[in-house]
């Protein structure tokens, strides 16, 4: 319950009065919402052709685990972000990941770096 004597706290937002314009960690708006859920319908339209070359299936698989992973809604892995758990959220092999296409490996390791200081405080903040 609340105390009626102390003022009413305005909720919290982000200040984003140093923010840099290419930070991957900006709000995304409604907008962009929509392009990215565009773009996952066509990656899955892609995976749901049987006739596409084995690569693209995996590249495809890859990308869509890596998002999975970085929303935190792991499917089919423990949702650390390594290299080892984004190949078994791809349902590939690691030397997949590692060997055959390591440009998303570095994309991924990317993108769990930038991810991960701000990961690392809200759990110290607890």
């Known amino acids: 319950m609340s105390d009626p004597r102390r003022p009413r706290r305005?909720?919290?937002r982000?200040?984003?009065d140093d923010c840099r314009?290419?930070?991957?960690n900006l709000a995304y708006t409604d907008r962009d919402i929509a392009a990215l859920r565009q773009q996952a319908t066509e990656l899955e339209s892609i995976?749901?052709?049987?006739l596409?070359?084995?690569p693209r299936h995996q590249r495809i698989a890859i990308l869509h685990a890596a998002d999975r992973l970085l929303a935190s809604s792991p499917q089919g892995s423990t949702g650390n972000l390594s290299t080892v758990q984004l190949a078994v959220e791809a349902d590939?092999?690691?030397?997949?990941?590692?060997?055959?296409h390591p440009d998303l490996r570095d994309q991924?390791?990317?993108?769990?770096?930038?991810?991960?200081?701000?990961?690392?405080?809200?759990?110290?903040e607890e």
């Not at 314009?21 to 991957?24: A, G, L, N, V």
């Not at 590939?92 to 055959?100: D, F, I, P, R, S």
């Not at 991924?108 to 991960?116: C, G, I, Y």
């Open 92 to 100: 590939v092999k690691y030397w997949v990941v590692a060997q055959k």
């Open 47 to 50: 995976l749901g052709d049987f």
């Open 14 to 16: 982000p200040d984003q």
């Open 52 to 54: 596409a070359p084995s």
């Open 108 to 124: 991924h390791a990317a993108r769990h770096a930038s991810v991960t200081p701000f990961r690392t405080s809200h759990k110290a």
């Open 10 to 12: 305005r909720p919290r």
């Open 21 to 24: 314009p290419t930070c991957r």
